[in-house]
Each structure stands twice: as C-alpha cells, then as structure tokens.
C-alpha cells in the first residue's frame, strides 16, 4: 500500500504550497483516479508518491517504509511513473534494450532477461516492435513501453499522469482495459490522474476529488 499521511509541498519561490496536508491510501489490486481543476496539485502529487519530489512536511510510505529512507532508484523498483509524455522517459535504441535497461542494471543475467523481456513484449502486445526504434512508435505505443519498463523491475503500483491525453475514444478504451488486465494478471496499484469523467467513471474503482 502507498500511503500520504498530511503531506504538504511547496515549490521553491512558491508563496502558497501546492499540496497542503493531503491524507489518502492507495492499495494494491485498486485503480485510483486522482482529478480535480487545474491547478489543484494533482501532478505534484504523483510526483510525491513516487519520490520525484519529497515532502517538505508530511510522509509517504510504501509498504511500511518511509520513501524518505530510500532513494529513487530503490523508490522505481516499487513504484513506476510513467509521465504525461512518455518521449520524456524512453532513451534506449530498441524497443528491446528500453525493456531490458533496469533488468541489467538490477543485476539480472542475460537469459534471465531475455524471459523477461519477452514476457513483457508480449503482456504489451510489443512483439512486432522488438527491434524498431521507440521513437518511431505511436503516443500509444510508447506509452505501453514506458508501462513495460517500469514494470518489469517488478513495481507493485502504478503512478500515471494524464495517460489518456492525446489518445481517441478507441485508443482510451484500449488503454483502459490493459489497466484492468494489469491489475487482474499483476495485482498492481494503480494510481492515474484524469480530467476525463467517462474514462474514470468507466475504469477507476475509486475517485480522489482534490481542491485547491
């Protein structure tokens, strides 16, 4: 479980904090939906819960630990953030190696990554991508490879911001039943913020309404 216990942050040469004393739980096996208008802190708070920004008053544990005792590497092997853009977080020249980029760095040996990877290309319907340049994919298709990578470091939540912009009805629809398969076939944590009431009403089991 991720949980914010009256967390509160403030940008540097920022009069007004962004967030200020926010509780809420995020369990495994639950999608959240985190909403509200803009300006309300909502991607401050993804950034939170996945160690991107600390608190500057306030905690957030994973599991029981404080993320303030760990760093963010050893924060992305428990929870995966995937941003708004995923050209922001996609670097490697394979669709391949991006996938296979924390295994090795977590020490995982070349057969075992190997496993991996082509269960993940495969949970993602990415097979045909293997060996293509990611920047030569759709916004969709990145997207599912950010959502490939992370996860396969084996992170038991999932913190989104705004995946369903930029994508069609078709394209939302498609996103949202690969967050019900993920959370059926991994038992993730889901946590993603949306202005898009149809997508939350229809996919999220829980809504989180922040005001400003």
Do not use: W
Request: with cysteine.
């Amino acid at each position: 479980m991720i949980r914010a216990q009256n967390v509160s942050y403030r940008y540097p040469q920022s009069d007004a904090p962004a967030i200020a004393e926010f509780s809420a739980q995020f369990p495994r096996g639950e999608i959240s939906a985190v909403s509200g208008k803009n300006g309300c802190g909502k991607t401050t708070l993804t950034k939170l819960l996945a160690g991107v920004l600390r608190p500057t008053a306030g905690q957030v544990t994973i599991d029981g630990v404080d993320s303030a005792n760990l760093d963010l590497f050893e924060i992305g092997q428990r929870i995966g953030y995937v941003f708004q853009n995923p050209n922001r977080q996609l670097f490697c020249d394979t669709v391949y190696n991006e996938i296979a980029f924390g295994l090795r760095n977590s020490g995982f040996d070349e057969t075992e990554t190997e496993g991996e990877v082509s269960r993940y290309l495969e949970l993602f319907k990415l097979e045909t991508f293997r060996d293509t340049y990611p920047g030569r994919l759709s916004h969709g298709e990145k997207q599912r490879l950010a959502l490939a990578a992370v996860l396969a470091l084996g992170t038991g939540f999932l913190v989104l911001d705004e995946p369903t912009t930029g994508l069609d009805v078709g394209r939302k629809l498609e996103f949202g039943s690969m967050l019900l398969n993920l959370r059926r076939e991994l038992n993730c944590g889901i946590v993603f913020v949306s202005h898009d009431s149809g997508f939350i009403a229809r996919f999220a089991d829980r809504e989180l309404v922040m005001t400003l």
